[in-house]
Nanobody, 124 residues
Framework: QVQLVESGGGLVQAGGSLRLSCAAS????????MGWFRQAPGKEREFVAG????????YYADSVKGRFTISRDNAKNMVYLQMNSLKPEDTAVYYC?????????????????WGQGTQVTVAS
């Protein structure tokens, strides 16, 4: 089985930065695509960023492109989301997911495992 645990969320002023981490356990981690999703109160969960198993391919939602960077360290079983120039509309619970396949994906249906989430609040 696979377990995912997010950390690094918190309260930050608009324009600030946060670095989210996702610690993964399970032998399939290094051969699986990973992604970050977020969900704000009253809204549906939305895709933020994805990364292939090798880390070579990345994909971002238009709303975060140029501000967020996803990366992974397979030797440490970790995936990261560096968030810069944060905006109030970035406020949400952020979840990391492990995909069924090796490639980067923005489709919720391709992710089989999820962490419990970490709260990110951006104050205006």
């Amino acid at each position: 089985q696979v377990q995912l645990v997010e950390s690094g969320g918190g309260l930050v002023q608009a324009g600030g930065s946060l670095r989210l981490s996702c610690a993964a356990s399970g032998r399939t981690f290094s051969t699986s695509g990973m992604g970050w999703f977020r969900q704000a109160p009253g809204k549906e969960r939305e895709f933020v960023a994805g990364i292939s198993w090798s880390g070579i391919n990345t994909y971002y939602a238009d709303s975060v492109k140029g501000r967020f960077t996803i990366s992974r360290d397979n030797a440490k079983n970790m995936v990261y989301l560096q968030m810069n120039s944060l905006k109030p509309e970035d406020t949400a619970v952020y979840y990391c997911g492990l995909a069924r396949f090796a490639g980067a994906s923005s489709s919720h249906e391709t992710y089989d495992y999820w962490g419990q989430g970490t709260q990110v609040t951006v104050a205006s």
